[in-house]
């Protein structure tokens, strides 16, 4: 194929923590598309660039774009944050891609939050985790609910994405519910908000407490297993080395 | 607190794939501690370093000699393939860490093989998604059947880590066998294989094919969801954007 553009995941927002791979290749193109707040963030660091935004819910309109400017002859860079795939374009970027045959997607993988957010609180992922999105605007809240279920049951650490936004501030507290009909209200939690930008910051909660914690959607929610513990103010999965 | 001792992720093995962090982190240290293939590869990287390696099973002596190096007063690195937290040495590290009072652990994330074998294969985990070892070296195989099965009945993507070893070459087969109850036979899964390195290749399957598939140690397992379908030979798993 002649042409490609590259999904490309950026992390959680510092510049720092994306991967030398993702950095050269948006040094690299012609046109950078994006979700408008984050493409804002990369501004100062790519400058002489093309850029392009749509809104949220402009998604597939946004992955047209991309094709579009690639088939001029653009070397394009449709950009995400965290990861290209985890509730990332790269998939959207496939599917709007069946009708630009000539046009190869690559996907450049990025730091997601559970990774991230999970350094800033300590170490609450260290051994097998499910990643659930609070988010019922793609998903119907049923699925979200069964999924919630069986992380619990099979004692996964959980890392929890999108727990709030304008239209449904409660998301947190009917996910909490759920959970506590299966694990103890003791268990231990964290949050932290802002993961790699201003602002950034972890607290710990029981998982009774974090029922009435106050979230955004720039917060990261983690639930431990029943392993997880407090070591010096950080939330540690041990993954059973004897020590 | 004056030491530091840093745990750093250094993504699937190309240099390129770290991020600009993990890369100047170690470009600042002095020693640079791991598990001997690791290192290796990041030897031709970092000259004038000094590095220190053990084997596995020495997993909690290697974390006593950063922090025993650290005490000497200089900046330590401890190195973990893909992510620092995800089946990494974080964990243990501050387990360790509280009989160093005096040094802190920072935790570096790095890009785990769940999102770069991810972005091999296509875009299987771009919605909510469960990761599983298959290694019963510190976990109790039932607490694993339990996972997949729970993994299953939650409809999440599944990626699997550690699908076989020398020890347990029949592990993929005894886990598919488990997903097979609750799942189809027909469901699209993906191997990839050593990610970022020299080899570097994926391949599709369905469920029942996967349970008879050639795997080794540097090989990642993905399992798709209701979802997920094939598109110009790749695995992508749509999150319900409408098209």
Known sequence: MENK??????????PEMMSREAD?????????IGYTV??????????????????????TRRCEMAFEEAAKGKKVAMVCSGDAGVYGMSGLMMEVGEAYPGIEVKVVPGITAALSGGAVLG????????????SD??????????????AAEGDF???????????????LKRACDILLEVIPGERLCG???????????AKLYTLSQLRDAQVNMFTTVFIGNSMTKEIGGRL???????I
Chains 1, 2 share one sequence.
């Open 5 to 14: 553009v590259y999904v490309v995941g950026m992390g959680p927002g510092k």
């Open 24 to 32: 050269r290749i948006l040094k690299e193109c012609d046109t950078i």
């Open 38 to 59: 984050y493409v804002d963030l990369l501004r100062p660091s790519y400058p002489g660039k093309e850029f392009l935004t749509t809104p949220m819910t402009q998604e």
């Open 191 to 201: 949050t932290v908000e802002n993961i790699g930008r201003e602002g950034e910051g």
């Open 236 to 242: 540690v999965t041990p993954r059973g080395y004897r």
């Open 157 to 171: 650490c959980i890392c929890l994405y999108n727990p709030a936004s304008k239209g449904r501030p409660d998301h």
């Open 123 to 134: 170490a609450p992922l260290t051994h097998d985790f499910a990643v659930v999105s609070l």
């Open 137 to 150: 605007r793609l998903t119907p809240w049923e699925t979200i609910e069964k999924r919630l279920r069986c």
